[in-house]
């Protein structure tokens, strides 16, 4: 269990935050790159308690400004999207993409006074189909590679969904090893079935694996052991923790796959989903059978805003019946939709002073313990080397993956020591 002063600095994400100072030296995702049209609508968003719009200009270059109009504070969301910037519709200004004001029709001919102005505008970068920003007042550091960013966009598909809860608490699920085999039960079997009858998940039901973790420069990796049908084998999955908020894990169909649980607030969360095979391109039937496996259709399971249509006003919808005639284990359709139900229904930011750890939560243990420490040493003003953006913490290489191994095999020696 956390103390209540730990608790607070490890969930509590505003720009006077240990935490959230510590997380503006990330780049983070702020968008998927989707979700912006050359020259249509600014989408507001929000991230580390910070309201921003971010739109694609006509000409195809991104931006990411604070929301709220320099002049009198009209959102920028409902701004023209014009070439070099956006127009407020309020009284005109024109703020480009750099964030300074080029355009004051309301004002004399004559006035100079915008010059002096500049709105806050971020860096952004966009890599594997997501458009990333950085919120630092620091000299932003290289944008991180992983190994998706690396890949064609026909090689992998990215989900998102916003998550009524707090970022630690999506973040410390997909750490979390030992959950599979009982929140997703019989969904990862049977949602495999959508895609062609491909097993989507663990083909072992050993509900107590043995962990094993060691620390990284980008924060740690770990393997979660079990028993798989004979004395001589095991199953190794293998996942990575890479700070400040990205989980790598083998996916659907064992494929490697990422999730980041980016804090849109202390109280909301935009989920990532990264999906990818190095190998072959993801056709439309496969997306297609994965958004509804994961419960990702629009519509469907999202609202227009990605939200869930499962929610904590309505039950999650879980189906008690089906429960009961023992056609599912949760409830709760679609695997990802499980996890934000569960993550959801801790409240909106989690107590961890109520709670009662065991050894199957070494990887939540060691996550805390590695934010707090270098969000303790951000306070402290030691801002040089801290996880994941210090020397040797490449990612571009990392995977997760789930694999029968002899049980007489170190793990390690399947990743290679670098992996």
Known sequence: MLKPEENELLCRVGPDTGM???????????????????????????????DLVAFRDPGGRVGVLDEHCPHRGASLSLARNEECGLRCIYHGWKIGADGRVRETPSEPESSSFRHRIRHAAYPV???????????GSQDAPEPRAFEWTLLPAS?????KARVACNWVQGLEGVIDSAHLTHLHKDLFFRAGDAAGGERLGSISMDGSPRLEIEDTAY???????????????????????VAPCFGLFAGPMALPSVQAYVPEDDHNTAMYFVIADRENPIGEDLRAALRTALG??????????LRRVRRAENGWLQDREAMGR???????????????AVQESMGRLYDRGREHLGTSDVAVIRMRRIMINAARRYLRGE??????????????ELCGFERLAPAAVPWQELVGADA
Not at 126 to 135: H, K, M, N, P, T
Not at 155 to 159: C, N, T
Request: glycine share 16%; charged share 25%.
């Open 155 to 159: 090689h992998y598909v990215v989900f």
């Open 125 to 135: 970068h966009e890599s594997g189909g997501l458009v990333w920003a950085y919120l």
């Open 219 to 241: 924060g740690f990796r770990y393997a979660a052991l079990r028993r798989a049908g004979d004395e001589a084998s095991r199953l190794v999955r293998l996942s990575h923790f």
């Open 383 to 396: 801002r040089d080397d801290l996880v994941g953006l210090g020397a040797g913490a490449r990612t571009d």
């Open 326 to 340: 023992g056609e599912t284990f949760t409830g709760i359709a679609g695997v990802n939709a499980e996890d934000q």
């Open 296 to 305: 990702m259709v629009p519509g469907v399971d999202l609202d227009a805003g």
């Open 20 to 50: 959230g100072g510590l997380l503006r030296r990330y780049w983070l995702p702020v968008a998927c790159g989707d979700e912006l049209v050359a020259g249509g609508a600014p989408i507001r968003t929000r991230l580390l308690s910070e």
